[in-house]
C-alpha cells in the first residue's frame, strides 16, 4: 500500500489512517468456548460505551484466544485500505461495520439478560467466523498484506495486540457468525455468506 502519493504526505506530514477487517473461520466442536469469550467481550464493549481502552483490553483478549485455538483455523480473508483524511477513514469504517453487522446471524441481541445455563450451553454450530476490523494511525506491514497463511494470520493477530498497547488504534469493531448460544452456522452458509474466505 506504500505508493508515490503516501510518499507525498509523509512530506506533507499528514496522518496516515490504515483501515482493514480480517476474517478468520474456525471450524470444531471445541471451537464453542471461543464463543464465551467473544460474547463476553461484546457485552463489556457495550456496557463500556464503545471507550476504545475497554475494546482494546477485549481485543487483546480476543486475539490471545484466536492465537490458541490456531489448530481450528480453517480459512482467512483479509481487506482494508490507506487514508489521509479522518473523515474518509471513518466513513470506511462505517462500510465495514455495516457488512459485517449484516452478515449472517452476526448480530446478538445483548438486551435480553444471560440466563444461569447460558454460560453452561455450548451451541450446536462446528463453525465459527470472527470479523475484527481496525482504523489506525501509521504503517502496519503484519496488517497490510495477504493473511490468508497460517504465518501471516498469526502475525496479523499479534500486530493488533501490539496496536493496542502502543495505543495506535482509532477504532475496534468485532463481530461473529454465529453471535448466539446456541444458532448454527452450517457449510453452505458459510460458503453463501463469506465468499472472501479462502483455506489456510
Known sequence: MNSWRDRLNKLGGRTRYMVCRLFIHLAGDEVAPLLG??????????????????????LVEICQSLLQYDIYW???ANEGDVFWNEGEAGDY??????????RYLSEPDYNQPLGPNDQL??????????????ACTGEVP??????ASMEALKAGLKALINLHYQERLEAIQVHFSPAQFGDELTND???VNFPELIPL
Request: glycine share 6%; net charge negative; aromatic share 2%.
Open 37 to 58: 469469550v467473544l460474547n463476553r467481550s461484546a457485552r463489556e464493549a457495550v456496557d463500556a460505551d464503545g471507550d476504545l481502552d475497554v475494546l482494546g483490553q477485549g
Open 74 to 76: 480453517q480459512s482467512a
Open 93 to 102: 469504517v462505517n462500510e465495514l461495520f455495516t457488512d459485517s453487522a449484516e
Open 121 to 134: 450451553s455450548l451451541p450446536a454450530t462446528r463453525n465459527l467466523v470472527v470479523m475484527i476490523a481496525v
Open 142 to 147: 503484519e496488517l497490510e498484506t495477504n493473511l
Open 189 to 191: 452458509q458459510l460458503i
